[in-house]
């Protein structure tokens, strides 16, 4: 079968990859998705049963790091389009080992990159009808002050613009920023059509139990303890993965050569108080009386080099490309929680094992 773009999207097996691979083979039948992701801890092909047999997907395990395999994926497909989300991830785990961050995240960026650019260089039509779109965070700008600690939020005057000067903290925002230089880079210097969006934090279904939200409703389930780093008093600004997948759509079909977007759902939440509210849910929806939960939270030794607070304003893409959240957070909490409570069975077979030995490991001397 002939297809209309061939796309490569890698870190499809992960959490936010997972729901952009979904939502291109479903709503792209004359799309070629091809999933390239190493299957790393992070990696999960659970994360993508319902779509595994659709005949505009196909899997390749691989790792972005391995020029050689990059390049003749490109050719062997014809791919036109890259959604490039693969990379180490957690904040935690960048503190404890640097290295394999700086490895995926900028060498296996930088990979990407030049298997794309010497294959589109090698065509008749060259970069044409191309595009190399990068996924990064909002971590990069670094940390918001709180201005204004109590009352509703926001929690301070300022936001995050594509125009704020990065300023990374932690090994994971280093090596997010400098994939983001080198890939504005390509643009710069050999034309290549790249767009770069920083998001916010992202919440929902598949995302793996080391982060907050899905460790925290797992531990609640099994009456384990919360910890909440520092006093708990951090802001992070939060949207629903589906929210951040859509917007992945619009920016890929209809942004701009060469432009940076900011994707968030003005959803800013100190620690203490989104824990309180999953707590809250997570009893509810388990038939507990109400808050009997609240003696798990137990407060830990702080992060080092914990960002304050991140707030992302995404008003350029509302105004440019009419992409808002399409979910409110009340309603998007509600549904991630009752999705980890109905799917223990995929959460049990990726906290057993090997991870709990990981966990048991990061937590101690806490
Ligand atoms: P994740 O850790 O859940 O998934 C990462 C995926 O990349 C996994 O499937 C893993 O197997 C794969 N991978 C890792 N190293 C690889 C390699 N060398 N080669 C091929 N595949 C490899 O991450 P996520 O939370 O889904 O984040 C996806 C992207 O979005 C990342 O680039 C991240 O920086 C960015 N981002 C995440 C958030 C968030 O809140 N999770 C927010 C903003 C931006
Ligand atoms: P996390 O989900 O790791 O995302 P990020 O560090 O990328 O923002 O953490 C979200 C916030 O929750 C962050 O301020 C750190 C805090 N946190 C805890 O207090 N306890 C925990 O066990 C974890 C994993 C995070």
Redesign the pocket.
């Known amino acids: 079968m002939k297809f209309k773009r061939n796309i490569i999207i890698t870190g499809g097996a992960g959490f936010i990859g997972s729901h952009v691979v979904r939502l291109f083979v479903n709503k792209y039948p004359d799309y070629r998705v091809i999933n390239v992701d190493k299957l790393t801890y992070a990696g999960n092909l659970a994360n993508l049963k319902d779509v595994e047999d659709a005949t505009n997907y196909t899997f390749v395990k691989a790792d972005i790091c391995d020029f050689d395999t990059m390049f003749a994926l490109m050719g062997q497909y014809n791919v036109d389009g890259i959604i490039h989300l693969a990379a180490e ?4 785990r960048s503190i404890k080992d640097p290295f394999t961050f700086a490895r995926t995240n900028v060498m296996g960026t930088l990979s990407l990159l030049q298997a794309a650019k010497l294959y589109w260089e090698s065509l008749p039509e060259g970069y044409a009808g191309k595009r190399f779109y990068h996924i990064s ?1 909002d ?1 990069v700008y670094g940390a918001l002050e709180l201005t204004r600690p109590d009352g509703e939020p926001p929690y301070g005057d300022e936001f995050f613009v594509e125009t704020t000067k990065y300023n990374p903290h ?1 090994p ?1 925002s280093a090596s997010k920023a400098s994939s983001d230089h080198f890939v504005r880079a390509f643009h710069d210097t050999y034309g290549m059509p790249t767009i770069v969006t920083n998001c916010s ?1 992202n919440y929902g279904p598949y ?1 793996f139990p ?4 899905p ?2 409703i797992n531990n609640i389930r099994n009456r384990k303890p ?5 006093k ?1 008093e ?3 600004d939060w949207l629903y993965v589906i929210d951040h997948a859509r917007a992945i759509d619009v920016i890929f079909h209809n942004g701009k050569d060469a432009e940076t977007y900011n994707i968030g759902g003005f959803n800013e939440w100190k ?1 203490i108080d ?2 309180k509210v999953i707590v809250k849910t997570v009893d509810r929806l388990l038939g507990n009386p109400e808050g009997s939960s609240l003696d798990l939270i137990t407060y ?1 030794t702080d ?1 080092a080099g ?2 304050l607070r ?1 707030a992302i304003d995404s008003s350029k893409l509302k105004k440019e490309l009419g992409w808002e959240p399409s979910l409110q957070f009340e309603e998007g909490i509600e549904k991630t929680v009752g999705w980890y409570l109905d799917n223990q069975e995929w959460m049990d077979n990726i906290t057993t094992g090997d991870y709990e030995k990981y966990y048991e490991e990061m ?1 101690k001397g806490r």
Do not use: A, C, M, W
């Not at 991830?89 to 935690?92: E, G």
């Not at 919360?226 to 520092?230: A, D, R």
């Open positions: 991830s957690h904040v935690d965070t971590e932690s994971y934090n995302q080391e982060k907050l939200i460790l925290f919360l910890p909440v780093y520092g708990g951090n802001v992070r620690n989104l824990i830990v992060r914990h960002d991140y937590y």
